[in-house]
């Protein structure tokens, strides 16, 4: 019953270094995505996938980088971290990317990234 | 600028209370949703509205697609404790190929005993 999962809860970088944030889910959904909140703000989308092998930009890609080479997982890799990259970061999946009734979007808890 | 606009983003409100937020926005919407965020926590999903005029409604929440498809709102009658959180509208604009899901920016409900 794990739905979706995100490592690390919680991470500290400085400025410069590059990182990866975990997403897997186990419930076989084709659309996976990332984004990130920020106070005031609401969730902004980084990317997104519809299915292995194939990814796309969201709203803010600038700074990050992903590849969905299973099904499963949608690692999200911040290429040369810099302050303004401080945010919580959410992992989201669903059956398919058609936002009709009854498809529902997974989130898992988030991960806090500070870059100092 | 956003392209779904809540109101109020701040509610501080007494138990027994009832209560309004909206989510407004020019475009129109092929669907909305609306989501309840705590601390520490994702956001889960409340409902998915398709219709234009439509009414949903979850034991004290009543939630409403607008007409025109370009707004929602959500109002909570008898507010308890534990309705307190983050209400996030978002919206798939009829524009967009389908899989952009498009976030207001929230509006954070507290509920005093």
């Known amino acids: 019953n794990a739905g979706v999962t995100q490592t690390p809860k919680f991470q500290v970088l400085k400025t410069g270094q590059s990182m990866t944030l975990q997403c897997a889910q186990d419930m076989n959904h084709e659309y996976m995505s990332w984004y990130r909140q920020d106070p005031g703000m609401g969730l902004r989308l980084i990317h997104y996938s519809v299915g292995a092998g194939i990814t796309d930009q969201g709203e803010v890609p600038n700074g990050y980088n992903v590849s969905r080479s299973t099904t499963e997982d949608f690692p999200l890799r911040l290429l040369s971290a810099a302050p303004s990259q401080t945010s919580v970061y959410f992992c989201?999946?669903?059956?398919?990317?058609?936002?009709?009734?009854?498809?529902?979007?997974?989130f898992g808890e988030g991960s806090w990234l500070t870059v100092v | 600028t956003q392209l779904l606009e809540q109101s109020p983003q701040f509610l501080s409100i007494q138990e027994g209370e009832n209560l309004t937020v909206y989510c407004n926005s020019s475009s129109v919407f092929s669907s909305l949703q609306w989501y309840r965020q705590e601390p520490g926590e994702g956001p889960v999903l409340l409902v998915t509205v398709v219709t234009g005029g439509e009414v949903k409604k979850l034991k004290r929440l009543t939630f409403q697609f607008g007409d025109a498809r370009k707004d929602s709102s959500l109002h909570i009658t008898a507010a308890q404790p534990g309705d307190t959180g983050l209400y996030l509208c978002?919206?798939?604009?009829?524009?967009?190929?389908?899989?952009?899901?498009?976030f207001g920016e929230g509006t954070q409900l507290t509920v005093n005993p």
């Open positions: 989201a999946s669903s059956y398919s990317f058609q936002q009709h009734s009854g498809n529902t979007i997974y």
């Open positions: 978002a919206g798939l604009p009829q524009e967009t190929s389908g899989s952009r899901l498009t």
